[in-house]
Structures are given as C-alpha cells and as structure tokens.
C-alpha cells in the first residue's frame, strides 16, 4: 500500500475514534514500562507507539516526541506507524478528537493508554477522561512508598545529573553510582510530592471511575510476573500473555546505581512520609503487603 493510502485510512480512522479501553495511571516507578511491553507483545493487544500520551492535564503533547518522529522519518518504519506518529506530534487541535483517533489503529483489539503522570491529577481533569472514555478499566499499580519513593529520587537525580535518557543508559555502563546527597536534593520536587500520594490519587480517580478502578500491588508483579499479568489482562476484559513469555522476566527501566548504605540513608530521610504513605494506602485500600512495614 503507497503511504498516501495509508494516509486515508488514517483520515478515516480520525471520522470513527475509539476511546481507549484501559487507562494506566501509575504510579511512576511501579511497572507501568513493564506492562507496555508486556502487553505490545500480546495477542488481541495494540498499543500505541508511545507508551505515555499524557493527554489529561499537559501543555506539550507531543513536543517531547518531536525527536522521535525525526528519527521514525528517516528508518525503515512501518508507514501506518509512521502517520500515527505524526498525527500524534503535529495533529491539531490536541482536543478530545484528537486524542481518540490516537487509538483507531487498534480496530478490534484492546488498546489503552499507559501515562504514570495521570495519577496526581486534579478532580477537574479525571472528569475530563471520564466524559471522554466513560468505560475504561483504570489500572493502578501501588508499589511500597520506600521503594517507589528511593527508586523515584533516584530517576530524578539521574536526570538532573545526565540530563536525555540515552546519557543516563550510558552512565549504567560506566558502573558509577548515585550519592545519597542526589537523591534528597530532589525531596521538593513537585512531580516527586504529587507521585508520592498513591493514596490520594487511588481515592480521587475511585471518586469519579468508582469500581471501574483496578488496584494492583508490585510486589505480586515481583513475585510472579505472569501471574501478575493474568489478574491485570483479566480486569482489562482480554485475558491473554505474550507470545514469547520470558520477556516478562525482563526488569525495564533498572535504578541507576547506589550503594546500600545511601539507600539506608535516603530510608531514613523519607520515613516520616513513607510511614504516613502506608497508613494512608490501608485505610483506602485495605490490607497491605505486611514486608513494607
């Protein structure tokens, strides 16, 4: 098919929109780059190219991806992807239209959107995805304040160090390490305090979705990975696994490196918020892992 083709068909697919059928929202640093690849490996499963559209409450859709779409411009791409990644960068208006024409590809199969930044949004923009995807299944990953929180600082530190991702896959190579220092330099940060409320977010967005929310703990994902993808596809409505199931066994996006006796000290550091975390995360969820006290 000539790649003016297959610009009709996505005009076409933008005259029939679908809204996603599952809505990932976190929390950051608690396997949601585990389930995209997860589940762009499955049967009866397609997600977009992007694994964090980051629609509801951003300014720059699309910007971040400009790179990208340069770099899909020049390989040897698929041409459908291709015109995704366009309309996905230099679509416009980035209205509600637009965003679900970012899910037409699909067709028949189970699509969604994994965006971690969803989690801390405000009331006003969760309204927004329910009156734009009014039965989505809402995926939300809660992972041990301790552990999301030293592993969060850690990423930010990372990045205020090494700035693009690809120097920070660089620096793993060099086997050089963070300093506890980094990471409590980065204890103010607003996108660290919002992310640290798995709590606030999992009540807020139940407020609006209600039993539409889904809530999953990493340490199962840890513990059986498979398993763990079963409960997650059978919530969606299409339980299925990947073809190739060691991918599942596959750790993504790892913390750069820090020494045990940093990870005591940034513990300590961050305990009175993680203690107040997990009495917050039992009272609205129940029962907790009993290793994260």
């Known amino acids: 098919m000539l790649e003016q083709d297959f610009a009709v068909v996505q005009a076409a697919f933008m005259e029939m929109p679908r809204a996603p059928d599952f809505i990932c929202i976190g929390a950051a640093k608690a396997g949601t780059t585990w389930l995209y690849r997860a589940l762009r490996n499955t049967p009866g499963y397609r997600l977009p190219p992007v694994k964090e559209l980051r629609y509801f409450g951003q300014k720059d859709i699309g910007d971040r991806d400009k790179g990208r779409l340069g770099s899909a411009e020049t390989a040897d791409m698929a041409p459908e992807i291709l015109e995704w990644m366009r ?18 590809f699909a067709a028949d199969d189970i699509t969604g959107d994994i965006s971690p930044a969803y989690a801390p949004l405000a009331p006003g923009f969760i309204q927004q995805a329910k009156r734009v995807s009014p039965n989505a299944s809402i995926l ?52 660290f305090l919002r992310q640290s409320q798995q709590a606030v977010a999992v009540r807020q967005w139940r407020e609006v979705f209600g039993d539409r929310v889904n809530v999953f703990f990493y340490d199962d994902l840890v513990a059986n990975p498979a398993a763990f993808l079963d ?14 199931e060691a991918a599942l066994l596959e750790r ?41 006290n």
Not at 97 to 104: D, E, I, P, Q, R
Not at 173 to 182: I, S, V
């Open 231 to 244: 409960k997650v596809t059978c919530a969606i409505g299409r339980q299925s696994r990947p073809n190739d």
């Open 252 to 292: 993504a996006n790892p913390m750069v490196p820090l020494s045990q006796e940093d990870v005591a000290t940034v513990r300590d550091a961050i305990r009175p918020m993680c203690e107040k975390e997990i009495a917050d995360l039992n009272s609205e969820i129940g029962p907790i892992p009993y290793v994260w």
């Open 140 to 191: 939300m990953f809660v992972r041990n304040p301790y552990e999301r929180n030293v592993s969060h600082l850690a990423n930010l530190a990372a990045r205020t160090l090494l700035g693009p991702k690809r120097q920070r896959d660089m620096y793993h190579k060099t086997g050089a390490t963070l300093t506890a220092d980094m990471l409590c330099a980065e204890q103010t940060a607003p996108i």
């Open 87 to 104: 309309n996905y960068v230099s679509g416009s208006p980035k209205d509600d239209a637009w965003y679900l024409s970012l899910f037409a």
